[in-house]
Structure formats: structure tokens, C-alpha cells
């Protein structure tokens, strides 16, 4: 144990110091940062002068029925910060003339209604455009006019309303519907469907997908350059290679994890600041409403399922000589990462599938696909035991078959054996 | 004295390939045993086994009675014949670093360290990085990293190949000191100069097989003089036509003589007496080389 401590001691402390670790961390903990600020910054540049800048103008020529209804809508919507103004110009010139005047973000013309239709309207502005958030306000906003327009005081607000609200489609399963299974209590269920939720599962699957991919290459190349400078052979005769193969796995599992918490750190500290907070809030996330117990299950098939990648690539590490030679060699590798992660991110709609139920169980997409089952989807208890004796059932043979190979891959120079080669070789060192 | 590392009839195999046939060897306390042959006759692949890398498939090699295990890895000390350390890292982490996998405490290993570079006067290269060292200090890196945890028995493949004279010298005095510490050593090397020097015992493998063993004293002792070397003030005439002597060159600053018969010594050196002031003569014994020549080259034809 101590000496796996030792191993794990070095592979950790030259990892974090090397150039290639400290800049790659450094960097994408920048892009970070610069990725979070964007809203932030998007706001500080749309936003640019703040007086007028979400003022818009009505020329309704005469149609002002219209132009209250707008104003009504407008005024009506939570938090809103557009304001709007009537423009008395009477032609087109004039009105472009008061509207710079006013600092108007544009203004909007309707045109003379024709036997009672619903009149065509234009939104002028300096670009020609609508802005997304002015878009996002005025086209409700001239449907609830065009609604009244039309009915023109047949219906009263409430059937308005009633019109307007897009239908509920709900949904149950047979059992439910049946009564055999009793509904669900309001509180979970309705968890499943919150953001939070959603956003955990993507996060964990990109992390696991991430790590296993980058962590699993730098194991390989760390065993492949062991090999080619023949510090193998001495490591070999003072560790037994179980020993060496987990130190090392264990090792740049940490330094993964340094990374993580790095970024992690990052994050917070950027989300703290008063400037994001308040695009942050504009999101309608709530942190305190994430799922524990989907992060709990997350994490034990991260790290599971991080080992049994890990030491695959070990073992393809081993039986390469050179650097050069390891791209091809972890390819099978990288597609099997490549299909869980793809499986996982792709099913998140629709989390009952076959397929899913079908990977949450073989224990390279299990990883991916069992989180998204948990976070998104319906399981049993039962299917989540399996899913992770399966697992750790595969991190045993394949932990088992991979100091095997590992131990006759490392002695095996020259051109990549295949695999017959290699039980070859394994009878012959009686490994 | 008994011997410390046992070699008793190991054969390995790849396929239906012998590598190595029925090898046994003996190297005790205090000795330096040289392992000599050509390219492919099973040097490496011995060194091998005796490291537990791969293991026999027959016979049993035993260290200080006890077959291979734990505890034998951290008496076990080797140089490979390419150097293996890490390009990338400091000298003093990774020798400290592979003293502690040998179990050693991390204090003692950096104060062994400390004591050989400056026995190797090296000691501006602690906190170097390898791949920054010329060739022929990498390697007394990796001797150092090889002797660092204090082994008991030492396998040196190639110590001194692509060293200058002054560091082989250097090497060979620090080899010397293991071994008069008591450390037994396994010693491979195409320099026979080397095994001269060194080795009492030596074993020389021929594609797989033993074929020539012992004491080098008794070896040679094996193999007829075939050469006699003779130094006298003026010229001697005549030397040729000795029964025996089947072959003359050189001028009377050393004549070096073939002779196919060790009697032909007394008849020269009475005809060189008789003509001349004889200054040198000797019956030359075998040089390892030439036995190493012999007996190699012997079973190629």
C-alpha cells in the first residue's frame, strides 16, 4: 500500500507541474470566465446608453385602439422595460427625424386597416431589424391586439385569455392512469422536470465523457513514454504492475480532479459577482433545486466508470512502444467514450427508450446513459443495483485482463502486436 | 562462502525458440560474475528472469535461498542496457523516487544520492533534468539509480558501453566498491578487457547454450599459449625454422610469434639468447578475447 501511495505521489506531483498542464488548466479556466461574462457583456453593449435605449415609438396613424392595446400589453408584463411612445409625424421623414431625436430604439408603423383585417405592421430602426428582446415583447404584444382586433368586443378578457393560453398536453403512464400505481406525490415528479435536473445530467455526462477521453489519453501516453525510455523495466522489477497500473490510473485521477475543482472554483467565484448574479437570476435557475440524489448516483458511475476507462487505457498504453503509434491505438477507445457520451446527450428526450434501457447496462455507456436514466427518466431501485454490479463486475475483469496485458505489453517493443501476438506472448512469459 | 544469486538449469523458451538452454550459475558475496556472448545468445533474456520480468520455464533461480518475491525486488538493483529514466524529470526526484519503490526511506535515498554524485562528480546535475545530460552522464544517472537503495545483487547490462575512458574508469572504481561492500553482481558486457579486469567467474553463452565456464584463471589455463612475445637488442635470425613455430611478425622491438606447440618456447628463446640481448620474453597466455573468439566462433562454423 505504501508503495502505491509512493506511485501515486509521483505521477500526481509531475503531472500538475508540467507546462502542458499548467497552461491547458489556466486557459480554460480564462475561457471560462469569458464564457460566463458573455451574457454580461452582451448586456453591456445592447444596453449601451441606457436612456431610451428600450424605447420604441408607435406611428398608428390615427389607430389608436391599437397603439393602447400595444401600451396595455406592454405595460402588463413583469418586469418589463420597454417603453412605449406615440409619434405624431406624418410622414416618414419627419418620423425618422423625431425618432432619432427621442433616442428611439425604432419605431413601429401600422399601416390604415383594410375592411376590418388586422392592419399590416413595420418596424423601422436605424439597422433595418428587429432586436431579439423587442421581438420577444411586440409580437405577443400585436397578437393580443390583433385577437381584440378581430373579436372587436365579442368575447370578454377572460375567453381572451382563455384563447391565448397555449393547451396543457399532460402526461401518464398506463398504471397511473389505470389507478394500480399510485401517483406519484407531487413533489419528486415535478423535480424531474425542473431545469436543474436537466442541466446535472448534461453536466455529469460531459464530465464523465471529458475526463474519461482527456485523463484516459494522458495515462496512455504517461504508460507509453515509461515503455519507450525503458524506465519500465526498472519500474517493473521494484512494483508489481497491478500496483504500478493503479498508481498511476489513481494518480492522474486526481490531477483530473485538481483540474475540476480548478474549474469548479472558477465558476463560483465568477457567479458570485454582483454583475452576474443578476444575469444568472434572468435565467430562472434556483442551485438550491438540485437534484442531491441524481449528483450522489452521478458521481459513483463517474468515478466507476472513469476506472474502467482508465485502465483500458493503461493496458492500450502498455502494448504501444512509441508516442507516435498511440492515436490509432486508442481509437476503440475514444469511440466507445464517443457512443456513450452520444447515446447519453442524444436520448435526454426521451430517457425510456430501448436503447437506453439496453446501454444503462453494459458498463461502458452505463456511465452516461444510467444518470440521464436517474436524472430524466423512470427506474427501479432494483435496475440501478444491477447497472452498478455490472459495472464494477467489468472494472474487476478488466482490471484483471489489463494488468495482464499490461505486464506483457511493457517487455513487447517494436510494432504493435495485435492481439494474437499478444496471447502469445502471454503463455510464453506465463503471465 | 555459499553463492547468493543460483542460476540451476533455467531454460526459457518463446514458442519453439530456445532462448536460453539450461543455464546454471552461481554468483556469491563480494563477486562480480561476468555474463558474456554475442548479440542474441541469451544475455539480456537471463538478466531477465534473474529480475523476475519473465519468468523460466524450467529450472529455479533462488536469491539468498528464497525464491522470487517481494521482498527480493527490493535487494534487486538494475541497469538496463538502454537507460531507463524519466526524460522529463529532476535527477534527484526520480532516483529518490525509485529508492522508495525499492522501499527505501526517502532521507537515506537522497543522502546515498548525494554521496554517489559527488563520487561521480555530478553534483551540479541534482537538479537537472535528464533529457538536459550529455549521454555519458545519463548513464551514471541511471548506475546511480541502479545502486541507490544499496542492492545486494546488482545486474549491470552494459555498464560502460558509450562512456569515455575516464568515467568507464570511475564506474568501474564504484562497481569495485559494491562489490568489496559485498554485493553481488551480474556483470554483461561485449568488453572483454572488462571481465579481465573484474570478474573472477564468468559464463559465456553461445546461442542459448553455456559453452565455456568457470574461473577465468582456469579457463585460460584451459586453452594451449599460443603466442610467444620476444624483445631483443638487435635482430634474431632464423626464428622460423623452429619446429613449432608456425608463424613470425614484427622486428626486434617485439617479435610476436605463433607457435602451435608450447615446447617451441625453450629452442626460441636459446636461439634468441644466442644471437641477441634478450630483454623481454613471454609465453603469452589467451586473451578472453581470443577465447572468447575461439569458443564462439568454433561452434559457428
Known sequence: MNRLGTVIGFTFKNKV????????????????TIGIHVPFFIQLFTGGDEAGANKIGIADGGQTEITQQIEDYVSALPGNEIEIVTLQGADTAALNTEAKEQELKGYLTIAPSE?????AVEFVSESGSVPADVQAVLQPALESAKTRFITAGA?????????????????TSYDQSAGTETPPTDGPESDKFNPMNFITVYVLMTLFFFSAMLTGNMIASEVTSEKSSRVMEILITSVSPLTQMFGKVIGVFLVGLLQIGVFGVTIAINLMLPHNRNVLAGFDLDFSQMPLDVLGYGLVFYILGYFLYALLYAAVGSIVSRTEDLGQAVTPLTMLSLAAFYIGIFSLNSTNSLLMKISSFVPFTSPTTMIARIGLGEIAFWEILL???????????????????YRTGVLMYGKRPSMKELRKAMKAYKI | MTDRLILQNVVKRYGDKTAVDRISLGVKEGEIYGLLGANGAGKTTTMRMVLGLIYPDDGTITYGGRPYGGDVQRM?????EERGLYPKVKVSEQIVYLAKLRGMDGAEADKNLRYWMKKFEAEEYYDKRIEELSKGNQQ???????????PQILILDEAFSGLDPVNVELLKLAVKELRDEGASILFSTHRMEHVEELCRNITILDRSKTVLQGDIREIKNGFPREQILLKTASAVEGLDAIPGVTGVE??????????????????VLTAA????????????????????????GERNE
Open chain 2, 273 to 296: 639468447m644466442s644471437q641477441s640481448e634478450v630483454r623481454h620474453f613471454e609465453v603469452k597466455e589467451p586473451t578472453l578475447n581470443q577465447i572468447f573468439i575461439r569458443s564462439v
Open chain 1, 387 to 405: 447497472s452498478l454490479a455490472l459495472l464494477i463486475a467489468s472494472i474487476f475483469f478488466f482490471g484483471w485482463l489489463s494488468a495482464k496485458i
Open chain 2, 140 to 150: 551514471k544517472m541511471g548506475f546511480i539509480a541502479a545502486v541507490v537503495h544499496r
Open chain 2, 250 to 267: 614484427g622486428d626486434p622491438n617485439g617479435y610476436l610469434l605463433r607457435i602451435s606447440d608450447e615446447s617451441a618456447a625453450v629452442p
Open chain 2, 76 to 80: 534487486v538493483g538494475y541497469l538496463p
Open chain 1, 17 to 32: 507541474r508540467t507546462k502542458s498542464f499548467v497552461i491547458t488548466t489556466l486557459l480554460l479556466a480564462l475561457l471560462m
Open chain 1, 155 to 171: 368575447l370578454s378578457d377572460e375567453q381572451i385569455a382563455q384563447l391565448t393560453t397555449p393547451v396543457r398536453l399532460g402526461a
Open chain 1, 115 to 119: 375592411g376590418g383585417a388586422f392592419p
